[in-house]
């Protein structure tokens, strides 16, 4: 007959594995709950992929989105992508699209027909 308290055992390393790994995954991402990664220069190097010399003249412009301590400069890895995402250009498509709908929403606004080709 097998032993309960082998059983129990048994259960409770499995329970101990299944915490163990939620918790890595929760700090996996410097932090709990996947919070943001704060890094120096060679954290905005990596993400933006500009010259170092580049990245303190923005800086130093507050063109780039950057915090100092100490007389150090940090950055936070979803401000620097939310900075990229910022200077996304249009498509010609998306251009001509929005021109279209502005020009039929003029053609509804007043009483001047304006072909559209």
Known sequence: MDNPFDKIVQHL????????????????????GNSDIIGGIELAIQVTG??????????????????KKNKKLYFSKTELL????SGRCKTRLEIVEEFETRQ????HRGRHKVRVP
């Open 13 to 32: 390393s499995r329970i101990e594995e299944k915490i163990e790994n939620l918790t890595n995954s929760m700090y996996s991402n410097n932090g709990p």
């Open 104 to 107: 039929i929403q003029t053609c």
């Open 50 to 67: 500009l010259a170092k010399a580049t990245i303190y003249v923005l800086s130093s412009q507050n063109k780039i989105p950057h915090f």
């Open 82 to 85: 939310n900075w990229i995402k």
